[in-house]
């Protein structure tokens, strides 16, 4: 699975930019100019995981196979977005099939490159992109309410569970806050992810800065950092600039450049690291001859569940697991030597599985 990252923020700021090396294509136009993204993009990236190499080679696989996620660049959204301003209302719907969103913020002077609002205010734009949402988020819930009172008054159980979702996300709205601030009963849960609200979305921001400023940040990008903590969300510092220089050089060259940089790696493993860390993804591998897998999963899963990331079946027929945690995989020489030394355990259906377990499912159908 992986996870699926809509890329917002207003004209210029380098989402388009950033969009183009995370996937290492040109697919995005880059143009100094308001709008030039005028279809949303969609690219598949895979996911860095270093621990997968390792275990191909423990198990002889001719193939690696890492997890993937993708990346949605969204048309920059500017003031009025929500009413159909700029072009950025026909994209709003796109946002709403993502599963978090990354608020790309300007945190760079360069006057060649024009802002929209004539300044350089990270928090200044990221309030403007949040607005633009919550206005969009309050539209569309005034325009289901309502239908579902109708319902609600004959005794539509689910329509009286929505309304109820409803009031929650509007409490909040109208405070002048994104929808993610309610609090929502774990019975509920279900119910609010349905709602499909675009400021209910886990929010990642993501800090853009100037080449000299990619490894330690600036004073730009200290603000985003200090809303991200104090809001709870996460934060990560990027220069598009570098990703786009390093998406066209080899291992070797890339790490050499970033060497000189002070960058132990890409953003893009630090922006996907931190992604993971938002949604509660972990990583399972499997192992064999032919290929050595990872897979993608949410923290606190059960094995039955894991096992149809991979398969429906696998999952509807689970008997058990065999299971080797990571790092007795490593000590003992791979699958082999992990089962000689005991290390490999006979899991069921309630086990829940753990960051960097090797597995093999047994099932039947």
Same mark, same amino acid.
């Given at each position: 699975?992986? &996870?699926?990252?809509?890329?917002?923020?207003?004209? !210029?700021?380098?989402?388009?930019?950033?969009?183009?090396?995370?996937?290492?294509?040109?697919?995005?136009?880059?143009?100094?100019?308001?709008?030039?993204?005028?279809?949303? !993009?969609?690219? #598949?990236?895979?996911?860095?995981?270093?621990?997968?190499? $390792?275990?191909?080679?423990?198990?002889?696989?001719?193939?690696?196979?890492?997890?993937?996620?993708?990346?949605?660049? $969204?048309?920059?959204?500017?003031?009025?977005?929500?009413?159909?301003?700029?072009?950025?209302?026909?994209?709003?719907?796109?946002?709403?099939?993502?599963?978090?969103?990354?608020?790309?913020?300007?945190?760079?002077?360069?006057?060649?490159?024009?802002?929209?609002?004539?300044?350089?205010?990270?928090?200044?734009?990221?309030?403007?992109?949040?607005?633009?949402?919550?206005?969009?988020?309050?539209?569309?819930?005034?325009?289901?309410?309502?239908?579902?009172?109708? *319902?609600?008054? !004959?005794?539509?159980?689910?329509?009286?569970?929505?309304?109820?979702?409803?009031?929650?996300?509007?409490?909040?709205?109208? #405070?002048?806050?994104?929808?993610?601030?309610?609090? $929502?009963?774990? #019975?509920?849960?279900?119910?609010?992810?349905?709602?499909?609200?675009?400021? +209910?979305?886990?929010?990642?921001?993501? +800090?853009?800065?100037?080449?000299?400023? +990619?490894?330690?940040?600036?004073?730009?990008?200290?603000?985003?950092?200090?809303?991200?903590?104090?809001?709870?969300?996460?934060?990560?510092?990027?220069?598009?600039?570098?990703?786009?220089?390093? +998406?066209?050089?080899?291992?070797?060259?890339?790490?050499?450049?970033?060497?000189?940089?002070?960058?132990?790696?890409?953003?893009? !493993?630090?922006?996907?690291?931190?992604?993971?860390?938002?949604?509660?993804?972990?990583?399972?591998?499997?192992?064999?001859?032919?290929?050595?897998?990872?897979?993608? &999963?949410?923290?606190?899963?059960?094995?039955?569940?894991?096992?149809?990331?991979?398969?429906?079946?696998? #999952?509807?027929?689970?008997?058990?697991?065999?299971?080797?945690?990571?790092?007795? &995989? $490593?000590?003992?020489?791979?699958?082999?030597?992990?089962?000689?030394?005991?290390?490999?355990?006979?899991?069921?259906?309630?086990?829940?599985?753990?960051?960097?377990?090797?597995?093999? &499912? *047994?099932?039947?159908?």
């Amino acid at each position: 699975m992986g &996870f699926k990252c809509a890329i917002v923020g207003l004209p !210029n700021v380098g989402k388009s930019t950033l969009f183009n090396a995370l996937t290492q294509t040109a697919s995005a136009q880059a143009e100094n100019y308001p709008f030039c993204t005028i279809e949303p !993009n969609v690219g #598949e990236v895979a996911v860095p995981e270093a621990r997968l190499p $390792i275990i191909a080679k423990l198990g002889s696989s001719k193939q690696q196979i890492p997890a993937r996620m993708n990346f949605v660049d $969204i048309a920059g959204l500017v003031r009025g977005a929500s009413k159909g301003e700029g072009l950025g209302n026909q994209f709003l719907s796109n946002i709403r099939e993502t599963d978090a969103i990354a608020y790309v913020l300007r945190c760079f002077d360069d006057d060649d490159v024009t802002h929209v609002d004539g300044k350089i205010d990270p928090l200044a734009d990221m309030e403007t992109v949040q607005t633009e949402l919550m206005l969009a988020d309050m539209e569309s819930l005034d325009k289901r309410a309502p239908a579902l009172q109708k *319902k609600a008054k !004959n005794g539509d159980k689910e329509a009286i569970l929505t309304l109820k979702m409803i009031e929650l996300a509007m409490a909040e709205l109208n #405070e002048g806050r994104p929808a993610r601030g309610a609090t $929502i009963d774990k #019975e509920d849960r279900q119910a609010w992810r349905m709602m499909q609200l675009l400021t +209910a979305k886990p929010v990642l921001y993501v +800090a853009n800065v100037d080449e000299d400023s +990619a490894a330690t940040g600036n004073a730009y990008s200290e603000t985003v950092f200090a809303h991200a903590k104090a809001e709870g969300a996460q934060a990560v510092v990027i220069s598009a600039q570098i990703e786009s220089e390093i +998406a066209l050089l080899d291992n070797e060259e890339r790490a050499e450049y970033l060497d000189t940089l002070g960058l132990e790696e890409p953003g893009l !493993n630090r922006l996907i690291q931190t992604g993971y860390k938002l949604l509660g993804l972990q990583t399972y591998f499997t192992v064999g001859p032919v290929e050595s897998r990872a897979w993608t &999963f949410h923290e606190g899963w059960s094995a039955p569940r894991c096992a149809g990331v991979i398969h429906t079946d696998f #999952e509807r027929g689970f008997i058990r697991a065999e299971t080797t945690a990571y790092d007795d &995989f $490593i000590e003992h020489g791979g699958e082999q030597g992990a089962k000689e030394a005991g290390k490999t355990r006979q899991e069921g259906k309630t086990y829940i599985v753990q960051d960097g377990d090797v597995m093999l &499912f *047994k099932f039947n159908v």
